[in-house]
């Protein structure tokens, strides 16, 4: 590709060749010249793939062989190893920073998100204690203290970032498991009065089954409550669930409420849920990976006013919050169990503290510094400039069905998110041969998906900029998808 070459050929006119040993660690004046073309080739990169088709033009087999070339026998130069990587990627991915990616919950990253990304490259503090990065432990921890109040949790709420959702929520098991059962930190299940089992709603996220595995309860540990019609799990049948587990001797430990289902963007009713744990004695989890961010806006959310009454909460910063992947957050309103869960104790690490070093109270040992991310993001909106970024995608999110409605679409959910469930207008092909059509398009990314039994065109807005443009692209891209013989 002409493009290509002339770029590596631009690297090496400003920059002295880099390969062999002396590419690892070039001196300063060197990198800066890298670091300057890497800048604006990325800038080049993004206009290029914001204007390309969002599905992968990949060739497969000529990659591999390409692949096969890097046999790390010969040292290549930096320049154009970079150039070749990023030619490469604007071929080979789903592009999520395009506007018109309308997929699954995986976002185009704010820009200071990106920069986070850079100081922490350069500075790669290690985490693992407060003592080693006393500023940056310190920084996460406020981020984490400022998104549990506007949670509505306590003050003393204790938390920290994680890689994304799953593992949060291998946190929040692990949680249950400590309180219900003092001797299970140390004698794991076998400590526990009856096997442990845990309940979440057959439209939660499917990473709760690898987390049974995980923790070495096992899949048949998930409890996949029914739900409503609407996907919302129902309360009664949760209660019932329970009572049953407990008539044959299992040990119910932790009800898990859904705000923001993956299919459909649901919110399970976590009152209800609330309160039927509490009966039993359960560990309530929300798992607001997604939909938690709308706790940012001050019209909207209201409709989360009841994470307030979690034990624990997941909520993803690299999600709608629009952080580089991957980064999620832990909350819960009993920290002491997260030092009950993961405590640790060496005589190589400079400090122990569970007050402070995320190592004893996390499923990490060494940790990047994730929090920046949510920090400089926060620090430039504000609660309002992300406020604006999740309510607009609510409104595209309106548009769009009102679009689709208006050419005979359906849409099956009632989200108060930016997902839509739709199905086609009857006489139209079904609702997998319309998607794999938009994607062969190339003009728009969407998915399909199983909602209540049904399935359905999924459509998410993620991306901060995707305008009504991009929308009524996506609506025309359907509309032919369905016409077409
Ligand atoms: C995305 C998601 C998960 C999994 O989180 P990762 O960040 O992908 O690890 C779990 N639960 C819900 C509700 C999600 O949206």
């Not at 631009?10 to 890497?38: K, T, Y």
Request: proline share 5%; net charge negative.
């Amino acid at each position: 590709m002409a493009d290509l070459e002339t770029a590596e050929m631009d690297v090496m006119v400003e920059a002295p060749a880099l390969a062999g040993h002396a590419g690892l660690f070039p001196p300063a004046a060197a990198r800066i010249g890298i670091e300057d073309w890497l800048t604006q080739e990325l800038a080049d990169a993004g206009r290029r793939v914001a204007a390309g088709p969002v599905v992968p033009r990949h060739d497969a087999a000529g990659f591999g062989d390409a692949l096969a070339g890097f046999d790390f026998a010969r040292p290549r130069e930096l320049g154009g190893v970079l150039a070749w990587t990023i030619g490469r990627l604007e071929e080979g991915l789903v592009q999520i920073t395009h506007p018109r990616y309308f997929g699954l919950f995986n976002p185009a990253p704010s820009f200071p998100a990106q920069c986070a990304d850079r100081i922490a490259a350069a500075f790669n503090p290690q985490l693992a204690t407060w003592t080693t990065s006393p500023a940056a432990v310190a920084i996460e921890a406020h981020v984490i203290r400022a998104i549990a109040a506007r949670a509505g949790l306590p003050e003393g709420t204790g938390g920290h970032f994680t890689t994304g959702g799953a593992e949060a929520n291998f946190t929040a098991l692990q949680c249950a498991l400590a309180a219900c059962c003092p001797a299970y930190a140390e004698h794991g299940a076998r400590g526990a009065a009856g096997a442990p089992v845990f309940y979440i709603s057959a439209e939660a996220h499917h990473a709760w089954i690898k987390i049974a595995h995980q923790a070495g309860l096992g899949r048949a540990a998930v409890r996949q409550v029914g739900t409503d019609g609407t996907g919302r799990m129902d309360p009664a049948a949760l209660a019932a669930a329970v009572a049953a587990d407990r008539a044959q001797g299992a040990l119910p430990v932790m009800a898990v409420a859904t705000a923001g289902t993956t299919a459909a963007g649901m919110l399970d009713p976590v009152a209800a849920i609330a309160a039927v744990a509490r009966q039993a004695g359960l560990w309530l989890h929300v798992d607001a990976a997604w939909g938690g961010a709308l706790i940012v806006s001050d019209r909207h959310r209201a409709l989360l006013a009841d994470l307030a009454e979690a034990d624990s909460l997941t909520i993803d910063a690299h999600k709608w919050l629009a952080t580089t992947m991957g980064c999620g957050m832990f909350l819960t309103r009993r920290p002491a169990l997260l030092a009950e869960a993961f405590r640790v104790a060496t005589g190589y690490m400079p400090s122990q503290d569970a007050a402070r070093d995320p190592y004893v109270t996390s499923v990490q040992w060494s940790r990047r510094f994730l929090g920046l991310r949510l920090f400089l993001a926060l620090a430039v909106a504000g609660w309002e400039g992300y406020a604006a970024h999740v309510e607009h995608a609510l409104a595209l999110a309106e548009l769009l069905r009102r679009r689709l409605e208006a050419c005979g679409w359906r849409v099956v959910n009632a989200s108060p998110l930016a997902v839509l469930c739709a199905t086609p207008p009857a006489g139209a092909p079904d609702a997998a041969t319309i998607v794999r059509r938009v994607l062969a398009s190339g003009a728009a990314w969407i998915s399909t998906a199983l909602f209540e039994g049904q399935t359905v065109v999924r459509i998410c807005v993620t991306h901060g900029t995707t305008t009504a443009d991009d929308a009524a692209c996506l609506v025309a891209a359907m509309e032919t998808a369905r016409a077409a013989p």
